[in-house]
């Protein structure tokens, strides 16, 4: 039995206890926060040929992770870049597959009595058109976007398809005009084209000193558009160590560089009279952009690009699960995984799956839960990555891409989770519109071809199509671009010894059914339907007006389109 006395000497106890385990978590929270405010984590978004790796390359060498940058003056003596692993990408000179860099840096702008650096997550992208999927995947897992435009080309085709996913997706863009060394479009025609092009209205934050072809400088813009001083640019060898810079005033810039320098400080003052000038707000509500131009070839402006990174593009944030609650970050730990690559390490043959942290904080070790088979998975080995380059992660926070080993369980879109539980939207899949069957050119290797096409199939980087008529020897591959198909034949033959062969199919279109659509869709000529590894039921159709007819005669049956489906 408890006397009064016991009882008055036991809640104060408890009362204690319930403080201190409110201190601690209050203080757990503040550091998590604290940690999620010093996170940018961002993607390169260009057409091929933009200038994207190099760009990568000189935003590493700026935060002085590299000492010399992988792209060197001339397509002929360029180098591979770190972020560029995969043979055929140093081959070709293109990216193809995705990528983590992280580095810290501290801005130019940072108060000296906050000597904190901020850590960027660069997430690399393929740079070629025929991934778009890869990419797409790569923008569930960032906070902002860097959309790179080339000054003599303009707006892209393959720019304008991943500006269009950004814009769904509420991801805020800043606009960095690339190449300004060469000659190109006038800076007031290419924010023209911004502007019209894809409703964006371009605020500038440095405007360029000298045409297309010439460029000197950058006049760094006050908030009424009057110059603030002048960033001169001077060239080294080939681009490859940081560009000197030399900051002087308005009095300054106008003896140097006269009448250059008068028609810059004009440009800027009409910009601020047609509204030009950045407002925060509208910037991260998807209706501005900041613009920056710069020639990452010469590393000219790259300063300035990571200086507005850390300044304006947003820390990581709430994300919304399944169910539309938001998972704030001081929540427990959660993570989405939004990349699966294998065939990184040579001489290991592993898998990395890449998961961006969302909320909490990892630990290298934690028992997490794998939310699409409630199953326990143990994060033993955890790594970050640059490009090829690994070290061990002991701790990450929200915003930071984490590389799991030989994570045979996980695929894109996967959630993990540690004690409250959750599960995020999975990431949808793009309409493929290349079809291809493939074979092993051996029978005797049956069983690698079969472990070969799993593991790429797991991995995203062709979708796999199956049905009883063409059985497991014969699957059809299903792409964005022709290209994924020749990454299948390379990596089969690197890393399963396989030599595979492959037959064009003759369809053009695919369109999600269900059961009960499907015996009349294999009745119709120039239709067949699969069920992709998913257990999602997709119909081949052969172009796109087998498929108007098709809806016209039989509007009962179900095709719907899928992620960015071709009309």
Same mark, same amino acid.
């Given at each position: 039995?408890?006397?009064p006395?016991?009882?008055?000497d036991?809640i104060?106890?408890?009362e204690?206890?319930?403080?201190?385990?409110?201190?601690?978590?209050?203080?757990?929270d503040?550091?998590?926060?604290?940690?999620?405010?010093?996170?940018?984590?961002?993607?390169?978004?260009?057409?091929?040929? %933009?200038?994207?790796?190099?760009?990568?390359?000189? #935003?590493?060498?700026?935060?002085?992770?590299i000492?010399?940058?992988g792209?060197?003056h001339?397509?002929?003596?360029?180098?591979?870049t770190?972020?560029d692993?995969?043979?055929?990408?140093?081959?070709?000179?293109?990216?193809?597959?995705?990528?983590?860099l992280q580095?810290n840096?501290?801005?130019?702008?940072?108060?000296p009595?906050?000597?904190?650096?901020?850590?960027?997550n660069?997430?690399?992208?393929?740079?070629?058109?025929? +991934?778009?999927?890869?990419?797409?995947?790569?923008?569930?897992?960032?906070?902002?976007a860097?959309?790179l435009?080339? @000054? @003599?080309?303009?707006?892209?085709?393959?720019t304008?398809k #991943?500006?269009?996913?950004?814009?769904?997706?509420?991801i805020p863009?800043?606009?960095?005009i690339?190449? =300004?060394?060469r000659?190109?479009?006038?800076?007031?025609?290419?924010?023209?084209?911004?502007?019209?092009?894809? *409703? !964006?209205t371009?605020?500038?934050?440095y405007?360029?000193?000298?045409?297309?072809?010439?460029?000197?400088g950058?006049l760094?813009?006050?908030?009424?558009?009057?110059?603030?001083?002048?960033?001169?640019?001077?060239?080294?060898?080939?681009g %490859?160590?940081i560009?000197?810079? $030399?900051?002087?005033?308005?009095?300054?810039?106008?003896?140097k560089?006269?009448?250059? =320098? /008068?028609? %810059?400080?004009?440009?800027s003052?009409?910009l601020?009279?047609?509204?030009?000038?950045?407002?925060?707000?509208?910037?991260?509500?998807g209706?501005t952009?900041?613009?920056?131009?710069?020639?990452a070839? #010469?590393? +000219?402006?790259?300063?300035?690009?990571?200086?507005?990174?850390?300044?304006?593009?947003?820390?990581?944030?709430a994300?919304?699960?399944?169910t539309?609650?938001?998972r704030e970050?001081?929540d427990?730990?959660?993570a989405?995984?939004?990349?699966?690559?294998a065939?990184?390490?040579?001489?290991?043959?592993?898998?990395?799956?890449?998961?961006?942290?969302?909320?909490g904080?990892f630990e290298? *070790?934690?028992?997490?839960?794998h @939310?699409?088979?409630?199953?326990?998975?143990?994060?033993?080995?955890a790594?970050?990555?640059?490009?090829? /380059?690994r070290?061990t992660? $002991?701790?990450?926070?929200?915003?930071?891409?984490?590389? !799991?080993?030989?994570?045979?369980?996980?695929?894109?879109?996967?959630?993990?989770?540690?004690?409250?539980?959750?599960?995020?939207?999975?990431?949808?899949s793009?309409?493929?519109?290349?079809f291809?069957?493939?074979r092993?050119?051996? @029978?005797?290797?049956?069983?690698?071809?079969?472990?070969?096409?799993?593991?790429?199939?797991?991995?995203?980087?062709?979708q796999?199509?199956?049905?009883?008529?063409? *059985?497991?020897?014969?699957?059809?591959?299903?792409?964005?671009?022709p290209?994924?198909?020749?990454?299948?034949?390379?990596?089969?033959k690197?890393?399963?010894?396989?030599?595979?062969?492959?037959?064009?199919?003759?369809?053009?279109l695919?369109?999600?059914?269900?059961?009960?659509?499907?015996?009349?869709?294999n009745?119709?000529?120039g239709?067949?339907?699969?069920?992709?590894?998913?257990?999602?039921l997709l119909?081949?159709?052969?172009?796109?007006?087998?498929l108007?007819?098709?809806?016209?005669?039989?509007p009962?049956?179900?095709?719907?389109?899928?992620?960015?489906?071709?009309?």
């Amino acid at each position: 039995m408890t006397t009064p006395s016991d009882s008055a000497d036991t809640i104060p106890a408890e009362e204690a206890s319930v403080a201190a385990n409110a201190s601690s978590q209050g203080k757990l929270d503040k550091g998590v926060r604290t940690e999620a405010q010093r996170r940018r984590t961002f993607a390169v978004i260009s057409h091929p040929d %933009a200038g994207k790796s190099t760009l990568t390359e000189a #935003l590493a060498l700026h935060a002085k992770v590299i000492s010399e940058a992988g792209a060197v003056h001339g397509k002929a003596g360029r180098k591979s870049t770190v972020s560029d692993w995969m043979e055929m990408e140093k081959a070709r000179g293109i990216s193809v597959s995705s990528t983590a860099l992280q580095f810290n840096y501290r801005s130019t702008e940072a108060s000296p009595d906050d000597p904190t650096d901020n850590v960027i997550n660069l997430v690399d992208t393929p740079g070629h058109s025929d +991934f778009s999927e890869d990419t797409y995947r790569v923008l569930t897992a960032v906070d902002a976007a860097v959309m790179l435009i080339d @000054a @003599a080309k303009g707006l892209e085709p393959q720019t304008l398809k #991943l500006f269009q996913v950004c814009r769904h997706r509420g991801i805020p863009v800043i606009t960095v005009i690339n190449k =300004w060394d060469r000659p190109g479009q006038t800076p007031l025609e290419l924010l023209d084209e911004i502007h019209e092009r894809i *409703g !964006l209205t371009p605020t500038p934050l440095y405007w360029p000193v000298g045409i297309a072809g010439d460029f000197r400088g950058l006049l760094r813009r006050g908030e009424d558009g009057a110059p603030r001083e002048y960033i001169r640019f001077t060239r080294t060898a080939g681009g %490859a160590k940081i560009a000197p810079e $030399e900051v002087m005033d308005a009095d300054a810039a106008l003896a140097k560089e006269g009448s250059e =320098w /008068e028609t %810059a400080a004009e440009e800027s003052e009409l910009l601020s009279a047609t509204g030009q000038d950045h407002d925060q707000e509208l910037f991260l509500g998807g209706q501005t952009s900041p613009v920056i131009f710069a020639s990452a070839m #010469l590393n +000219f402006g790259v300063r300035q690009i990571l200086d507005t990174l850390v300044e304006l593009a947003p820390p990581p944030r709430a994300r919304e699960d399944v169910t539309g609650a938001p998972r704030e970050v001081t929540d427990p730990f959660s993570a989405v995984v939004f990349k699966v690559q294998a065939g990184m390490d040579t001489a290991h043959r592993d898998r990395l799956a890449f998961m961006r942290i969302v909320s909490g904080v990892f630990e290298r *070790g934690m028992v997490v839960t794998h @939310a699409q088979t409630g199953k326990p998975f143990t994060t033993k080995y955890a790594q970050t990555v640059f490009g090829r /380059e690994r070290s061990t992660v $002991e701790s990450a926070y929200p915003g930071d891409v984490v590389g !799991l080993v030989n994570a045979t369980a996980l695929a894109p879109g996967h959630t993990l989770y540690f004690e409250k539980k959750v599960e995020f939207p999975p990431i949808p899949s793009f309409a493929p519109e290349h079809f291809s069957i493939l074979r092993a050119e051996s @029978a005797g290797k049956y069983k690698q071809f079969r472990r070969a096409v799993d593991q790429l199939d797991s991995e995203g980087v062709v979708q796999i199509l199956r049905n009883d008529l063409r *059985g497991d020897a014969s699957p059809v591959m299903a792409a964005v671009g022709p290209m994924q198909f020749e990454v299948v034949a390379a990596r089969m033959k690197a890393e399963f010894n396989v030599e595979a062969r492959m037959e064009p199919l003759g369809y053009a279109l695919a369109r999600r059914t269900d059961p009960q659509s499907v015996d009349e869709l294999n009745r119709q000529r120039g239709v067949e339907v699969f069920t992709r590894s998913d257990g999602v039921l997709l119909a081949l159709v052969s172009d796109k007006w087998r498929l108007q007819y098709i809806q016209k005669e039989l509007p009962d049956l179900t095709l719907e389109p899928l992620v960015a489906a071709a009309d």
